[in-house]
């Protein structure tokens, strides 16, 4: 585990294969997605070399519904009290302990082929179901910084959600994307083409850096999802 401070106060946790984000704020900590189930050590290792507890959670946000990101939340979950939050469209699958879709379409690429199969086909097939989800909309605002609004960016999966720190001219991509060799579309998508139509909504925002799911964040982050689709 590695823990990088990539704004003032807000930190990537690299848990090795995932990333996720910590929101240090005096009234509580927001973490945004929770890796896989057994990434919960090191999510509290990583609290607690901030001088906070796992209690200190606030609240858990998840991108989406696969093991990845949404398989630490049950585990998590028995260490606060507050809510983990989840658009209806995964949140329903999450809440029965469902990390995927099946009919999912892999992205061209050896490369790409190759973690499908080891991330979708032989990765986890559940997670332990995770109780009292609070849904979130896009457009909603959350009173996280100053202000984390929510945008719904589907076809990664249909519940896919990216966060917008705009004062901070920060965003949390999630899987829209990823960064590994490049900025480039996500191993696999349920719908490629509502995929792009994410990246293109994105794109239509402000924002300087983006963090993303799996590898580094970015700087001159708006510019660059504007340009993936256009070669
Ligand atoms: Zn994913
Ligand atoms: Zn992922």
């Known amino acids: 585990m590695e823990l990088r401070e990539i704004y003032s106060n807000i930190y990537q946790i690299d848990l090795g294969a995932v990333n996720c984000y910590l929101i240090n704020e005096p009234h509580g ?11 919960k050590p090191d999510i509290i290792k ?39 939050y989840a ?37 986890p097939r559940s997670i332990t179901p995770v109780g009292q989800i609070r849904l979130i909309n896009d457009s909603e605002v959350l009173p996280i910084l100053a202000g984390l609004e929510v945008i719904h960016t589907p ?19 999630g899987d829209v994307l990823v960064n590994f060799g490049g900025l480039k579309p996500a191993p696999v998508y349920e719908d490629p083409a509502a995929g792009k139509a994410s990246v293109k909504k994105l794109a239509a925002r402000s924002f300087d850096l983006a963090c993303f799911g799996h590898g580094k964040p970015i700087t001159n982050a708006n510019q660059r999802f504007s340009q993936i689709y256009s070669s």
Do not use: M
């Open 87 to 123: 658009h209806a469209a995964d949140a329903t699958l999450i809440a029965e302990g469902i990390c995927g879709r099946l009919s999912v379409q892999v992205t061209p690429g050896f490369i790409n082929w190759c973690l499908h199969k080891a991330i979708v086909l032989l990765g």
């Open 46 to 84: 990583a609290i607690r070399r901030l001088g906070k507890q796992p209690a200190n959670i606030q609240q858990v946000i998840l991108t989406h519904l696969h093991p990845d990101h949404a398989g630490g939340a049950a585990g998590l979950q028995q260490e606060f009290e507050g809510p983990v």
């Open 155 to 173: 076809g990664h999966s249909a519940g896919h959600v990216s966060l917008l720190a705009e004062h901070e001219q920060l965003l949390f991509a």
């Open 29 to 39: 900590l927001t973490l945004i997605d929770a890796g896989y189930a057994r990434d």
